[in-house]
């Protein structure tokens, strides 16, 4: 059975830091492009970072370039969210997700998601 497994999540004040995991089990980690999306409360789910099979390349989203940092480890089986600075607005439910066809910034476009961690930013 193929498994994600986020965890780092918590809470933390305004301008602090958190570094997320996703740990993968049951597929061929290095085939699989990993996205990073949140959900807040009365919200839809929204992309957040992705990165491609070998890490080479990766996207955010505008709300969060230059302070989050995505990055992989293949031989852990591991996907890594950095977030630096982070605001109250950052607030949310975190979740990794994996696509056997391309990075994207779409939801639907990855077949297997996390059960999430939650992050809290205090003011």
């Known amino acids: 059975q193929v498994q994600l497994v986020e965890s780092g999540g918590g809470l933390v004040l305004a301008g602090g830091s958190l570094r997320l995991s996703c740990a993968a089990s049951g597929l061929t980690f290095s085939s699989y492009a990993v996205g990073w999306f949140r959900q807040a409360p009365g919200k839809e789910r929204e992309f957040v970072a992705t990165?491609?099979?070998?890490?080479?390349?990766?996207w955010y989203a505008d709300s969060v370039k230059g302070r989050f940092t995505i990055s992989r480890d293949n031989g852990k089986n591991t996907v890594y969210l950095q977030m630096n600075s982070l605001k109250p607005e950052d607030t949310a439910v975190y979740y990794c997700a994996a696509s056997f066809v391309s990075p994207s910034t779409a939801p639907a476009t990855y077949k297997y998601w996390g059960q999430g961690t939650q992050v809290t930013v205090s003011s």
């Open positions: 990165i491609n099979r070998s890490g080479v390349s990766t």
